[in-house]
């Protein structure tokens, strides 16, 4: 669908409108068909729930996020379909209730995949239900019917925290996704000559050869010349069974004095949020800071689809706007893009040392790294 802001007008704002007005974030008793003042402040307010970028305008992503809203557990059966996965609070609703109940659903990311299957057969299975992988009435009745085994602590992000700490402080071996931001037509911010897509793919290359020479396995999403989506990217990290995923973009603004670094992992803004992810965050969010002198805009949960699709932990680093004269002349220096690579790579490090043998930040090195992975015997 089109993006729909204020001043718009027709069947959509419309079904936009009476959306919010069910969610009880617009009070509409003559239904319009304007995209008004009023609609504009609901339409904030609910991505500021949902961990989406708090525009006022309502793009695909905020469509999907609304659409899915309006969806409860009950409303409708759910099961897996492969071509066209089902989504909705009501998928959210099932997999959190299925992780209280002990049965791994993986994130509850709202969309009914594969994962989320297994562990409701095994849920029927056990309570003596039809193993079909639909949760429909009576499934629906046994699962409210049921105390929870694990209650608090959010299962799914424990399980996340005890891989991190299982995995070891060796970079060594870890296979890690590097996702340059934009590519092929789509160059993303483009100033004076200076594109998100190039700069970012130039980082991701420097933080590939780094972590190369660590011993570390590093995929690029992207080449030059192709764009895939984040539903794609998503895949391909899970496909390939990654440990990390770290997404590169740079920034803008309408104000050309925005600047400096922001960093953000998967979070609803509720108190749902990736421990991991917000750890790895902060470390990359300080190492950067500390190295270059950006200004530090912090780190952010947001409900992105790169950050919540994907079954392991993801980061996505903002990395400076290039509409601000400073940040752009900083990008377009490679010496400044290699002092970022090696303060990302630093970070994974210190997410790996869970705080052991660590250095204060800003003072590890490439060369620091390499002789630890020596003295642990995995390089040569």
Not at 92 to 113: K, T
Not at 342 to 367: H, N, S
Request: aromatic share 6%; proline share 5%; with cysteine.
């Amino acid at each position: 669908m089109p993006l729909l802001r204020r001043g718009d007008f027709g069947p959509d704002v419309a079904e936009v409108r009476a959306t919010l007005t069910k969610l009880g974030l617009l009070s509409d008793p003559q239904p319009s068909q304007v995209f008004d003042l009023p609609v504009e402040h609901a339409v904030r307010a609910f991505q500021q729930r949902r961990g989406l970028i708090t525009d006022g305008v309502v793009g695909p992503a905020t469509y999907r996020a609304l659409r899915d809203a309006t969806y409860r557990l009950g409303d409708r059966p759910l099961a897996f379909l492969m071509a066209q996965p089902v989504t909705g609070d009501d998928v959210s609703a099932l997999q959190e209730r299925l992780l209280e109940l002990g049965y791994d659903a993986g994130r509850a990311n709202g969309e009914f995949g594969h994962q989320t299957e297994l562990a409701l057969r095994s849920f029927q299975r056990d309570y003596g239900l039809i193993v079909d992988g639909m949760c429909g009435p009576d499934t629906v009745r046994a699962l409210r019917q049921l105390q929870p085994k694990v209650r608090g602590g959010r299962p799914v992000f424990l399980r996340e925290q005890e891989r991190v700490r299982r995995a070891g402080p060796r970079l060594s071996g870890k296979r890690i996704i590097i996702d340059p931001g934009h590519g092929g037509d789509d160059r993303g911010v483009e100033v004076d000559g200076v594109s998100e897509a190039d700069v970012m793919l130039d980082l991701g290359r420097l933080l590939e050869g780094k972590m190369a020479a660590t011993g570390m396995e590093a995929l690029l999403t992207r080449g030059p010349n192709n764009n895939p989506d984040e539903g794609e990217r998503a895949r391909f990290a899970n496909e390939a069974g990654a440990d990390l995923i770290l997404s590169l973009h740079a920034d803008r603004n309408a104000s050309p004095l925005a600047s400096g670094v922001a960093t953000f992992h998967f979070g609803t803004g509720n108190g749902t949020s990736s421990t991991v992810g917000e750890a790895l965050a902060g470390f990359i969010q300080r190492e950067i800071v500390a190295r270059t002198g950006m200004l530090d805009c912090r780190t952010h949960p947001k409900t992105w689809d790169m950050l919540r699709m994907t079954r392991c932990t993801a980061v996505r680093v903002e990395v400076g706007y290039l509409t601000n004269d400073g940040d752009r002349q900083r990008l377009a220096n490679p010496s400044f893009r290699d002092v970022v690579a090696e303060g990302i790579l630093v970070a994974v490090k210190r997410l790996y040392l869970l705080g052991k043998d660590d250095q204060p930040t800003g003072t590890f090195t490439l060369d620091d790294l390499l002789r630890h992975e020596v003295a642990t015997g995995k390089i040569r």
